[in-house]
Nanobody, 118 residues
Framework: QVQLVESGGGLVQAGDSLRLSCTAS?????MAWFRQAPGKEREFVAAVTWGGTTRSADFVKGRFTFSRDNAKNTLYLQMNSLKPEDTAVYYCAAGRGTIQLGRAYDYWGQGTQVTVSS
């Protein structure tokens, strides 16, 4: 069983920045960020394999960056120029193998709320 602990969410104003972190209790997993806005389905944000292969959703480009520190088993999501439509619960996920865009990850964090006010 892999534990995922997310942190860094909060209430911010439009245009502000936040950095989310997700630390896993084990190594050698592909790690991903998803988000779920009120009334919407959970959607893929970004992912990084243990070897450093990355993939991200189109809306990430230009405002969000993501990275991982394998020595700390930690995945990061730096979110800049936040918009009200970024309001969602952000979930960290981990799984073996290649990046999955769907929800086929073995382990999920509890989620961290990001609220962006206008």
């Amino acid at each position: 069983q892999v534990q995922l602990v997310e942190s860094g969410g909060g209430l911010v104003q439009a245009g502000d920045s936040l950095r989310l972190s997700c630390t896993a209790s084990a190594s050698d997993y592909t790690m991903a960020w998803f988000r779920q806005a009120p009334g919407k389905e959970r959607e893929f944000v970004a992912a990084v394999t243990w070897g450093g292969t990355t993939r991200s959703a189109d809306f990430v480009k230009g405002r969000f960056t993501f990275s991982r520190d394998n020595a700390k088993n930690t995945l990061y999501l730096q979110m800049n120029s936040l918009k009200p439509e970024d309001t969602a619960v952000y979930y960290c996920a981990a799984g073996r193998g290649t990046i999955q865009l769907g929800r086929a990850y073995d382990y999920w964090g509890q989620g961290t709320q990001v609220t962006v006010s206008s």
